[in-house]
């Protein structure tokens, strides 16, 4: 008996058949894997491990059963000109470490891109400014941005004693450039770290980051 002959043009369709499909995996396997990696609330945070503007190693660890907030900074973006040039963010920045908070401003920008300091001008910006976080942190590879899947400037998070998240998006409910509007403003970080140190759930653990885009390196 003649056994059937498959054409060419038949076993190239096969075959490019089989590599989309192959292909299709795999990228289905990234997707789900960055969607793994992706913060939630009531997670553990993603660990980080940076240095600071001072030049010291520092790690998510070291701050360890204490409310920590992450605040991503552009010195050039009008929204964070916005906050710092009303002293809003200075103001919230100072009530949250005299209530013993942790305040960590990190710096993403990649170097040659908007907004990129190296240690020495992030604390002359900071000194500036009178800004009063805990620390600086130096992020110029973007590792921990993309850890945490930051994506403006300024965009908030708000990490428990227990290491866990509670609070990442917008500063407030005012998504505009217009110092005014903060006088409105519902600012959920502030309210965020309210209910912790009442003993309570975060009411608002997220919302709608706005701001400039990070200035990331390329991938």
């Given at each position: 008996m003649m056994k059937a002959r498959v054409c060419a043009p038949q076993r190239l369709r096969r075959h490019a058949g089989a590599a989309f499909f192959a292909v299709a995996l795999l990228l289905a396997g990234l997707a789900a894997s960055v969607a793994e990696a992706a913060p939630a609330i009531g997670e553990p945070a993603p660990s980080f491990t940076v240095r600071s503007a001072d030049g010291a190693e520092r790690s998510l660890a070291d701050y360890a059963g204490r409310v920590v907030v992450l605040e991503w900074t552009?010195?050039?973006?009008?929204?964070?000109?916005?906050?710092?040039?009303?002293?809003?963010?200075?103001?919230?920045?100072k009530r949250a470490t005299e209530?013993?908070?942790v305040?960590?401003?990190v710096i993403s920008s990649a170097p040659g891109e908007q907004g990129y300091a190296d240690g020495g001008q992030a604390k002359q910006i900071a000194a500036a400014a009178g800004a009063a976080p805990s620390e600086i942190l130096l992020d110029p590879d973007g590792t921990m941005g993309r850890a945490y899947a930051a994506k403006t400037t300024p965009h908030m998070y708000v990490i428990?004693?227990?290491?866990?998240?509670?609070?990442?998006?917008?500063i407030d409910d005012r998504?505009?450039?217009r110092p005014a509007d903060i006088?409105?403003?519902r600012n959920y970080v502030a309210a965020a770290l309210a209910d912790l140190a009442a003993g309570q759930p975060v009411e608002i653990s997220s919302s709608r980051p706005y701001g400039c885009s990070?200035?990331?390196?390329?991938?």
């Open positions: 552009n010195r050039d973006c009008p929204y964070v000109r916005k906050h710092y040039g009303t002293g809003n963010m200075q103001a919230l920045q209530g013993g908070v305040w960590l401003t428990d004693r227990d290491g866990r998240l509670v609070y990442m998006g917008g998504p505009t450039t006088q409105s403003a990070i200035k990331y390196r390329p991938s």
